[in-house]
């Protein structure tokens, strides 16, 4: 009901069935809201404190009950006054920022570790950019197990062995969670899941040692998808820009 007089010309009325207008002026106590007949309030909205307690009353009491309320205070602009304002804040802006890069990249991007070593990713504000931790060091499948804890510590509170990391071959390696990880993950909303698996699949590209990531539940990645709402699998690919290799085992061993 607000919301449509505020579409109304500087007066404007409607009414409710007949209480009296004097008393419910008193009862409301407000410079903005006076009785300009036996049945009619006039309500000044351009009172901030006018508007709260005629909202309050229209939902809380039935003070305002038959009542017929005619609305005051409200601007009306010309036409010429509108488009000017639409002009003034088009001028605001400046044309060259149509053409720069959005400030969060949609994919990763940037150099990759050479090391083995995993950043992780938390997310990206659009003013000031991407946030990331120091490297992760250590082994591809050891980093990248400390990275995708510390991206999943934003989301969901879990226990050190609910995050277990497999190298397969040299450049591969699976992550899998728990159950019970995964069933926490299950209760996120959308937004927060779609983020999440954002966050990751960015997590896991910085170290440019491994060219495969499968993301899954106790082994299982279409139980992973559907953890975060989707409905098929599969693993995440980059191109390798280092050498790798599993360590050998010594003679004898």
Do not use: K
């Not at 409710?16 to 410079?31: E, H, M, V």
């Not at 909202?55 to 009950?65: A, P, R, W, Y």
């Not at 709402?229 to 050998?248: I, K, N, S, V, Y």
């Amino acid at each position: 009901m607000i919301a449509a007089l505020c579409l109304s010309a500087t007066a404007a009325t409607w009414s409710q069935a007949a209480s009296d207008a004097a008393g419910a002026a008193r009862r409301l106590d407000d410079p903005g809201i006076t009785a300009i007949g036996p049945t009619t309030l006039a309500v000044d909205f351009s009172s901030p404190l006018a508007v709260t307690l005629l909202e309050s009353s229209l939902t809380g009491t039935d003070v305002l009950d038959g009542l017929t309320i005619h609305a005051t205070g409200l601007p009306v602009l010309t036409a010429s006054e509108r488009r000017g304002g639409d002009a003034a804040a088009g001028a605001t802006v400046d044309p060259s920022d149509l053409d720069r890069s959005p400030t969060c990249p949609p994919e990763p991007a940037g150099p990759r570790a050479t090391d083995g070593s995993t950043a992780a990713y938390l997310g990206c504000d659009p003013v000031s950019g991407p946030r990331w931790t120091q490297p992760f060091p250590g082994s591809p499948s050891g980093s990248i197990g400390a990275a995708v804890g510390a991206v999943i510590d934003q989301y969901i509170a879990r226990e050190p062995h609910d995050i277990v990391t497999f190298e397969h071959s040299p450049g591969h390696i699976e992550v899998s969670l728990s159950t019970a990880l995964g069933e926490h993950l299950a209760e996120l909303g959308p937004d927060d899941a779609s983020t999440l698996l954002t966050d990751l699949r960015f997590t896991v590209s910085s170290n440019g040692s491994i060219d495969r990531v499968d993301l899954t539940i106790d082994g299982d990645c279409l139980a992973f998808a559907h953890a975060v709402g989707g409905d098929m699998c599969g693993p995440l690919t980059f191109p390798t820009t280092a050498p790798t290799a599993l360590p050998t085992r010594e003679a004898g061993r």
